[in-house]
């Protein structure tokens, strides 16, 4: 509808990303007239920290204990909202940038590794 915010009165939340009252259905065998790429999903900012000790065991052994922190403020990571009009859960996000890559999109999680080198 022209002239009506794409986003939601008060900001958008992942319950209500797109506002609805800006959509119409388009005159019988007719396109719509929204621009290509009106919406966008939420921006993705993650902070990660590692931290690493090197310890000499013997002239030609090391020994190196490495941490790693990822998504050190636990911030949420959200996917891309439904972009499919017909359904009920249009402007909805419903998913995570990553179910399944460490450091990406995940909850804070923290990870220890040791290696020694001769």
């Not at 002239?3 to 119409?24: C, H, K, R």
């Not at 998504?71 to 972009?83: D, I, S, T, W």
């Not at 499919?84 to 179910?99: A, E, K, L, P, R």
């Amino acid at each position: 509808m022209p002239g009506i915010s794409l986003t939601p009165a008060g900001g958008s939340n992942p319950n209500q990303w797109i506002n609805l009252a800006a959509f119409g259905a388009p005159a019988s065998g007719t396109f719509g007239n929204l621009r290509r790429n009106a919406f966008r999903a939420p921006g993705i900012a993650q902070l990660d920290l590692g931290v690493s000790k090197f310890i000499s065991i013997t002239e030609r052994t090391t020994f190196r204990l490495r941490c790693d922190l990822f998504n050190v403020l636990k911030r949420a990571q959200y996917g891309a909202p439904n972009a499919d009009i017909s359904q009920s859960s249009f402007g909805v996000i419903t998913t995570t940038i990553s179910n399944y890559a460490t450091g990406r999109g995940t909850p804070r999680e923290l990870q220890i590794s040791a290696k020694i080198v001769f």
